[in-house]
C-alpha cells in the first residue's frame, strides 16, 4: 500500500525512482517522464522485481497477451504455462481472464511465476464463481474488485462507461454483432437482469478509493466496441468514449493512473489512423490500449496476421499498447504455440508502428549488417524471436541457405570489389 | 502462338474474349479493361485451362508465389508439390525459381500439373546449367528464353533495366546490403566477366520479338531493390525505375504486355506509400509487382508476417500484384506448410490492401452475420481458409468455444432482444 500514489508524486513534481527506471528503459528524460504521467499521458504498471512499466507518450509501444480457463476449457497449469511462455517471447503484460475452475488459485500461480504486470476483469470471477447474475449484488463487485487488487494484480478492467440508456440505444443501432465484450456484457447482463444503473459508474469513486489504496491501475473498458467491420464507428461507440473520457479525468484527480480501452475489435484499415487520432483527441492524449484492430473478418485462424497488419497501422498512428490476437481468435483458447505466434505477430506490429512513431530502428541496421556478413548467430542473437529463426534454419556455417552457391550477396561481393 | 497478341487487340478497339472474362470475374466494364490493357495499366497472364488473370488498374490485388530447387537444396517431387499447394491455397501466379536438379523436367512436370500462370527467371538456368558466367554467350541467354517461352510459359523475369553505368554507381552508394537480386546479380555478374553492356537491354528488340511471338508477359526486374531498410531508396534504385519504365513503353509500342518489378525486399513503414505513389507515376501506372516489402529486418521466422503488414500498405496505395514472402524468407527454402502460411499472409495483405483500394467487402459483413449466428459451417466456407479454420476449431456445435457459457454475443442477445 502506497503513502502516496505514483501519479500524486508526479503531480507534486517529484521523480519518483519508477520514473527514472522508465527514462532509461527508453532513453527519454525523468522529467518528461513526469511530466507526461502528470498530466495522464504516460500510466505505469509495476511488479515486484522487474522495471517499471510506462505505457503512453514518448514510449516504445508495449503489447499484452491474454490468457485464462473458459467455463468449458479448465486446465490451470496449462494456463499458467501460457503465462510464462507469454513472459519469455516478450509480452510487457498479462491478462488472466479465467472464468473456470479455482480462479484465485489459478491468479496466484501466475502471480508465482511471472514477474510481468498482470490485469484481470473482477466481474469474470464475480459472475463465474455464482453462477448466475440474480446471487451477483453491488457488495459482490465491489469485493471482488478490493479481493484481486489485494493479491497484488497491477490493474483492473472496468466496463464503468456505459448507462442503462447507452444500453437501450445500443437496442436500435444497425450491428451485426451487437456487443462482443464479455466483461462489458457481464456488467450489462447484471444490470437488466437488476434493474440497475452501472454499478461500476454509480459507485465509482469507492472503486477509485480501492485503485488508490493499492496504487493499481484502471482500465476502463470497452463495452461498446465492433464485432466486426460492419458495425464500427456506430453512436454507442462514440458514447462510450465520451464517457470514458470524462471517468478517466476523475480518476487522474484522485491520484489513479488510467488506460483507456478502445477502438478494439474489427476496423476497416483505412478507418484506423482518423479512429485513433479521435480517439487520442477525445481523452487528452491518454493512454490507448487497442485488441487488434482486425481490419477484415474472413482472416479466420490467421487473425493474428490480419490483425498484427491493424495493430501495425494503430500504433503507427498513436495507439500505445495493443492487445495480441492469436491465431485461435474466434475459434478457441490459444495453446501455447497460437500464444508464441501472437506474442509475436504483435511484436512485430509494435516495433513496425514505433518506426512510423519515432523513425528508423538501429537494431534492423545491426541485423541487417550481420546478414550481409552471413554471421548467422549474431543475426538471430538480434531477431526478435531468435530462436524460432535458429529451428527453421538447418545450417550454421557461412552459406546462403536459400540460394546455395548462387547466393546474390556473395556474387556481387566479389565483382563490386573487384576480387574477380 | 498469336496472330495478334492481346495487347494489339485493345489496341485496335477490339475487346478480346480474354477481357470478357477478367471483366466478369472482377465485376468491370469489358470496355473498361479493354481501355486499361491498351494504356498499358493491365497486364494479362492466360494459362490454358483457366481463365485469363488481370493485374493492374481496378482490378483485386493479385500475388504470386515463388518455388523452386537450389543448388544444394534439390528435391523436385517437393516443388511440385510446393507449386500445387500454392495454387490450392490461392496464388494467381507461379514462379518457378529452380537453380537445381533438371530444370526443364521440374517446370515441365509443374506446367503439366498446375493450371495457374507460370513465371520465370531464364538467366537463372542458363547458369545454373553452364556452372560459370565464362561460358555462357549472349546466344545462351537469348535462347534460354527462347525455349522456356516455347514450353508455354506465361511471363519471363529479365533484369535488363541496368547499365554497366549503373553497377558502377552501385560501388559507391552506401549501402549494406549490395545487390540483392538473384537474377539482377547473375545478369551483372555476366556483364562485368565479359565486360559487356546488359545483354537483355543491347538485345532489348530481339526479345520483345520472341515476347511477342508467344504472347507472354515481361516482367522488369527489380536489380537494384534495397536488401534492408538502411539501403532503401538511394540512386541505384530510382535509376533503375527510369530506366525500367523506358522499356516498357518499348514494349508496349511492340505489342508485349509488361510487369513492373519494384520497390520489394525492404521498405520502412511510412515510406511505402509515397514510394508506391512514385513508382506508379514514374511508370505511367503500369502494374506494379512488389515482394513483400518488409517494413523492418528483425522479424526473422516470421518475416511472413511483416511482409504482410507491408504488402497491405503497398497494396492499399496502389500496388497490384503481391510477390509472398514465407516464413523461411532468409533463412532456407519454405517448406509445404511454410509456403501455406506465406500465401494466406499474402490472401490477408491483398484482401486489406482492396479494401483500402476499393472500400468494404461485402464477403466481411456476410461472414459477420454467420458469426453472430454461430454457423460454424457457413463462417468458415467464406474464410480465406476454410480449412485451417476447421484445423483449429474442435467442435461443430453451436457454442461459442472461446467463452463457454459466457458468451458476450449470447448473453446480450438474450438480454437485448428482452428473452431474459
Known amino acids: 500500500m502506497a503513502d502516496e500514489s505514483l501519479l500524486e508524486k508526479a503531480q507534486a513534481g517529484q521523480i519518483a525512482a519508477q520514473f527514472k527506471e522508465i527514462a532509461k528503459l527508453e532513453q527519454q528524460k525523468p522529467e518528461h517522464i513526469m511530466e507526461w504521467v502528470q498530466n495522464g499521458k504516460i500510466t505505469i504498471m509495476t511488479r515486484g522485481g522487474k522495471p517499471s512499466l510506462g505505457i503512453g507518450a514518448g514510449l516504445t509501444t508495449k503489447i499484452n497477451a491474454n490468457i485464462g480457463t473458459s467455463s468449458d476449457n479448465i486446465h ?4 499458467v504455462a501460457k503465462a510464462q511462455v507469454a513472459e519469455k517471447y516478450g509480452a510487457d503484460t498479462i491478462s488472466d481472464l479465467s472464468m473456470g475452475g479455482k480462479i484465485d488459485r489459478i491468479r496466484e500461480e501466475i502471480i508465482k511465476v511471472t514477474r510481468t504486470p498482470l490485469t484481470t476483469v473482477p466481474i469474470y470471477q464475480v459472475v463465474a464463481e455464482r453462477g448466475s447474475f440474480k446471487n451477483v449484488d453491488v457488495e459482490d463487485i465491489l469485493s471482488a474488485i478490493k479481493k484481486q487488487l489485494g493479491h497484488g494484480i497491477s490493474s483492473v478492467v472496468l466496463h464503468a ?3 442503462r440508456n447507452m444500453l437501450e440505444k445500443l437496442r436500435k443501432v444497425d450491428r451485426i454483432m451487437g456487443m462482443v465484450s464479455k466483461g462489458g456484457a457481464l456488467t450489462a447482463a447484471w444490470m437488466i437482469e437488476h434493474q440497475a444503473q452501472n454499478p461500476l459508474k454509480d459507485n465509482f469513486g469507492e472503486v477509485l478509493e480501492y485503485l488508490y489504496e493499492y496504487d493499481a491501475v484502471l482500465s476502463l473498458g470497452n463495452t461498446m466496441r465492433s464485432g466486426c467491420i460492419h458495425d464500427m464507428k456506430d453512436t454507442a461507440q462514440l458514447e462510450e468514449i465520451k464517457l470514458n473520457a470524462k471517468l478517466a479525468k476523475l480518476a487522474n484527480k484522485r491520484g489513479v493512473q488510467v488506460i483507456i480501452e478502445g477502438m478494439g475489435g474489427h476496423v476497416q484499415a483505412q478507418e484506423i489512423v482518423p479512429f485513433v487520432k479521435h480517439y487520442k483527441d477525445a481523452t487528452d492524449d491518454r493512454p490507448l490500449f487497442v485488441a487488434g484492430p482486425l481490419p477484415i473478418d474472413v482472416a479466420v485462424g ?7 497488419v491493424g495493430g501495425a ?5 498513436g495507439a500505445d499498447y495493443l492487445c495480441y490476437i492469436t491465431p485461435a481468435e474466434h475459434l478457441g483458447l490459444p495453446n501455447i504455440e497460437q500464444v508464441r505466434e501472437g506474442i ?7 516495433y513496425i508502428g514505433d518506426t512510423i512513431k519515432y523513425g528508423p530502428n538501429n537494431r534492423d541496421r545491426v541485423l541487417a549488417k550481420h546478414r550481409q556478413q552471413q554471421d548467422w548467430g549474431a543475426q538471430f542473437d538480434l531477431a526478435l524471436d531468435g530462436e524460432r529463426a535458429r529451428e527453421i534454419h538447418p545450417v550454421s556455417e557461412k552459406i546462403c541457405t536459400m540460394c546455395g552457391r548462387y547466393c546474390a550477396l556473395r556474387i556481387m561481393e566479389n565483382y563490386l570489389k573487384g576480387n574477380k
Open 302 to 308: 490467421y487473425d493474428h496476421i490480419a490483425a498484427s
Open 344 to 350: 509475436m505477430a504483435f511484436k512485430i506490429a509494435a
Open 313 to 317: 497501422m494503430a500504433s503507427g498512428a
Open 76 to 79: 490451470p497449469e496449462a494456463e
Open 161 to 163: 462507461g456505459f448507462s
